[in-house]
């Protein structure tokens, strides 16, 4: 028994080479569906792909549901404590073994003929399983593992065999990684829950979106009049110092905000107006000034979005995750995080703050959203248009860690995504 | 108990229009100044101050969503410009200490970009007695896709 278990399907042979240009990407891109089954095969299916949070899988049992670009996988905590990342289908005829989001059990249960799985998806039980006599060996068909490793508390998962290490796949965005974890205020970060939506639009919209500084005093007006005098300054960016710095591998981090760059800097500044009432009630919890400080500065998230291609980033003050539908349908997850054991109303202020913006509801996500689906709508006229990503092409700099940079609301972010796309559409 | 059960019928229905009409001033002088309105997501839950929700609003939150939407400043409030809701089942929970609280079901339409989509909701009110009529001190509406994928909503449930 030594089948393949990656799940390869019969790949469609296209040829996007001149379809990705360094300035600029075809539209077609966002609508033909052979391309699309390509991408699944030749991104999702080929590289790390973010799945999980450990602070999801907090405890022996605890498990979560995820997706590798169309490939359903159960993230769970086994008695040892150890992580697994496995494939969501009985290996008997295929039906899933688990549902829902999160929660936690004591073993997969196939509800169509009730093999039973353990949490490290070892094959425990079968019914009646005398027919299977000389046939077929429990220990040969344990749910499909797939290979995970983690950073920092991101849990990623690769359906190829020989994927280069994680920590070598990050490069770069480590740092960032290691930065935009501080916003716990001194607890570890933990996962709060999220706001989940789908858009009428190609996943590579989403994708752009979040190294776009451009959109923000336009798609999100309405979010900045609903803040206060302060906090709509810190929001006017576009003409500050920030910049948009190519990681590598595709991955970007574009900077809004740099004195929010790291939280455990500046922890003697005063608190500004807009967390007093948070500050006095950290300090009626018995908090002391330091921790106040700390967990003042950390409230309010990070000031940038770290894009680790091709599907999370870490945006701010969550995590922006992306699922591939079909060609013209994306699922987002907007993760909400806080401090594990941090004070309640620490973790209180972040999801208001987040409701405030993001999720179908929020003040900022449904004018994304609407602008997304007006991109795949207007991507259909012409016979042979492009989608522009030159914007800043000319103004590029080094960066201090020796990257190439641009200015915050240039466009050098995508260009790195698309890079790294076009390189392993065409490997 | 026919003349409350008929008395927060009628101003639910008057709300469901004040929404659908988009008269959100009228909507805002229904509330109580402590009162709030969520959507959340966990529709378990009543713990909504330690959960994330869709919408968890107080009085200051409500009058921030309604400027937005009338603002003109939100692209996505201009494509879904009219909703119609449709309360009904409605059935009175408790009844105690001036404060009714009466469960119903919203069926609730949107014509976005000349698609027809529909929310339906069980939605819960706690309504405050004050002179003929009531106060809202709660609204919180449990989206029966509330643990799944929603699409933007530009407007009030
Ligand atoms: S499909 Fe799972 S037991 Fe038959
Ligand atoms: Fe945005």
Redesign the pocket.
């Given at each position: 028994m030594t089948e393949n278990h990656t799940c390869r399907r019969n790949v469609p042979d296209v040829d996007i080479t001149g379809l990705v240009q360094e300035d600029r990407v075809h539209s077609t891109l966002y609508s033909d569906p052979t391309i699309f089954q390509a991408e699944l095969d030749k991104v999702f299916n080929n590289t790390w792909v973010w799945v999980g949070h450990e602070s999801e899988v907090p405890d022996t049992g605890s498990y979560k549901t995820a997706h590798i670009g169309k490939q359903p996988v159960i993230v769970s905590r086994d008695r040892k404590g150890e992580i697994h990342v496995l494939l969501n289908r009985?290996r008997?005829?295929?039906?899933t073994v688990c549902e829902g989001k999160r929660g936690k059990t004591r073993s997969f249960v196939?509800p169509?003929?009730?093999?039973g799985y353990a949490l490290d998806g070892e094959l425990r039980a079968i019914p009646k399983a005398d027919e299977y006599d000389g046939v077929l060996e429990k220990q040969d068909f344990p749910l499909v593992r797939v290979r995970h490793e983690t950073y920092n508390g991101m849990i990623f998962a690769t359906l190829k065999a020989d994927m280069i290490p994680l920590t070598d796949f990050l490069g770069g965005a480590k740092k960032w990684m290691d930065l935009f974890m501080k916003q716990g205020g001194g607890y570890p970060i933990k996962v709060l829950g999220d706001h989940r939506f789908r858009f009428p639009g190609n996943w590579k919209i989403q994708l752009e979106n979040t190294t776009d500084a451009y959109h923000f005093p336009v798609v999100h007006k309405s979010f900045v009049s609903s803040l206060d005098a302060q906090t709509s300054q810190v929001f006017d960016f576009l003409d500050g110092d920030g910049f948009v710095e190519d990681l590598g591998n595709g991955h970007s981090v574009m900077v809004m905000i740099p004195e929010l760059v790291d939280l455990e800097d500046n922890l003697d500044a005063p608190i500004p107006d807009r967390f007093k009432d948070f500050a006095a009630e950290l300090a009626k919890e018995g908090k002391d000034e330091a921790e106040i400080k700390r967990l003042v500065r950390a409230v309010g998230g990070s000031g940038f979005n770290l894009n680790l291609f091709p599907n999370v980033a870490c945006s701010m003050a969550f995590f922006r995750v992306l699922r591939p539908i079909s060609v013209e349908e994306t699922e987002i997850h907007h993760v909400a995080i806080g401090g594990d054991g941090a004070p309640a109303a620490f973790n209180q202020l972040r999801m208001r703050l987040h409701e405030h913006f993001q999720g179908p509801m929020g003040f900022g996500t449904p004018d994304d959203a609407e602008a997304w689906e007006r991109v795949q709508k207007g991507s259909y006229a012409g016979p042979d248009e492009w989608i522009l990503v030159n914007r800043g092409q000319s103004k590029l700099k080094t960066s201090a860690d020796g990257n190439v940079a641009g200015a915050v609301c240039s466009e050098t972010g995508m260009r790195a995504a698309y890079r790294k796309y076009l390189a392993m559409m065409t490997a | 108990m026919n003349a409350t059960l008929n008395a927060v019928t009628a101003f639910i229905n008057t709300e469901a229009d004040m929404l659908d009409f988009q008269d959100y001033q009228a909507w805002l002088d229904l509330w109580d100044e402590d009162g709030s309105y969520v959507v959340p997501i966990d529709t378990e839950t009543e713990d909504y101050a330690n959960s994330l929700n869709f919408a968890y609003d107080n009085a200051t939150m409500r009058r921030l969503r309604v400027n937005r939407l009338i603002s003109g400043e939100a692209v996505s409030t201009q494509t879904t410009p009219k909703t119609v809701r449709a309360p009904s089942r409605f059935r009175i929970l408790s009844d105690a200490d001036g404060v009714v609280t009466v469960r119903c079901a919203q069926l609730l339409s949107e014509n976005r970009h000349g698609n027809l989509r529909t929310y339906p909701s069980d939605v819960t009110y706690k309504l405050r007695r004050e002179g003929e009529g009531f106060r809202m001190v709660e609204k919180v509406v449990r989206l029966l896709n509330a643990d799944h994928h929603l699409s933007s909503i530009g407007y009030i449930l």
């Amino acid at each position: 028994m030594t089948e393949n278990h990656t799940c390869r399907r019969n790949v469609p042979d296209v040829d996007i080479t001149g379809l990705v240009q360094e300035d600029r990407v075809h539209s077609t891109l966002y609508s033909d569906p052979t391309i699309f089954q390509a991408e699944l095969d030749k991104v999702f299916n080929n590289t790390w792909v973010w799945v999980g949070h450990e602070s999801e899988v907090p405890d022996t049992g605890s498990y979560k549901t995820a997706h590798i670009g169309k490939q359903p996988v159960i993230v769970s905590r086994d008695r040892k404590g150890e992580i697994h990342v496995l494939l969501n289908r009985c290996r008997h005829r295929a039906a899933t073994v688990c549902e829902g989001k999160r929660g936690k059990t004591r073993s997969f249960v196939c509800p169509y003929h009730g093999w039973g799985y353990a949490l490290d998806g070892e094959l425990r039980a079968i019914p009646k399983a005398d027919e299977y006599d000389g046939v077929l060996e429990k220990q040969d068909f344990p749910l499909v593992r797939v290979r995970h490793e983690t950073y920092n508390g991101m849990i990623f998962a690769t359906l190829k065999a020989d994927m280069i290490p994680l920590t070598d796949f990050l490069g770069g965005a480590k740092k960032w990684m290691d930065l935009f974890m501080k916003q716990g205020g001194g607890y570890p970060i933990k996962v709060l829950g999220d706001h989940r939506f789908r858009f009428p639009g190609n996943w590579k919209i989403q994708l752009e979106n979040t190294t776009d500084a451009y959109h923000f005093p336009v798609v999100h007006k309405s979010f900045v009049s609903s803040l206060d005098a302060q906090t709509s300054q810190v929001f006017d960016f576009l003409d500050g110092d920030g910049f948009v710095e190519d990681l590598g591998n595709g991955h970007s981090v574009m900077v809004m905000i740099p004195e929010l760059v790291d939280l455990e800097d500046n922890l003697d500044a005063p608190i500004p107006d807009r967390f007093k009432d948070f500050a006095a009630e950290l300090a009626k919890e018995g908090k002391d000034e330091a921790e106040i400080k700390r967990l003042v500065r950390a409230v309010g998230g990070s000031g940038f979005n770290l894009n680790l291609f091709p599907n999370v980033a870490c945006s701010m003050a969550f995590f922006r995750v992306l699922r591939p539908i079909s060609v013209e349908e994306t699922e987002i997850h907007h993760v909400a995080i806080g401090g594990d054991g941090a004070p309640a109303a620490f973790n209180q202020l972040r999801m208001r703050l987040h409701e405030h913006f993001q999720g179908p509801m929020g003040f900022g996500t449904p004018d994304d959203a609407e602008a997304w689906e007006r991109v795949q709508k207007g991507s259909y006229a012409g016979p042979d248009e492009w989608i522009l990503v030159n914007r800043g092409q000319s103004k590029l700099k080094t960066s201090a860690d020796g990257n190439v940079a641009g200015a915050v609301c240039s466009e050098t972010g995508m260009r790195a995504a698309y890079r790294k796309y076009l390189a392993m559409m065409t490997a | 108990m026919n003349a409350t059960l008929n008395a927060v019928t009628a101003f639910i229905n008057t709300e469901a229009d004040m929404l659908d009409f988009q008269d959100y001033q009228a909507w805002l002088d229904l509330w109580d100044e402590d009162g709030s309105y969520v959507v959340p997501i966990d529709t378990e839950t009543e713990d909504y101050a330690n959960s994330l929700n869709f919408a968890y609003d107080n009085a200051t939150m409500r009058r921030l969503r309604v400027n937005r939407l009338i603002s003109g400043e939100a692209v996505s409030t201009q494509t879904t410009p009219k909703t119609v809701r449709a309360p009904s089942r409605f059935r009175i929970l408790s009844d105690a200490d001036g404060v009714v609280t009466v469960r119903c079901a919203q069926l609730l339409s949107e014509n976005r970009h000349g698609n027809l989509r529909t929310y339906p909701s069980d939605v819960t009110y706690k309504l405050r007695r004050e002179g003929e009529g009531f106060r809202m001190v709660e609204k919180v509406v449990r989206l029966l896709n509330a643990d799944h994928h929603l699409s933007s909503i530009g407007y009030i449930l």
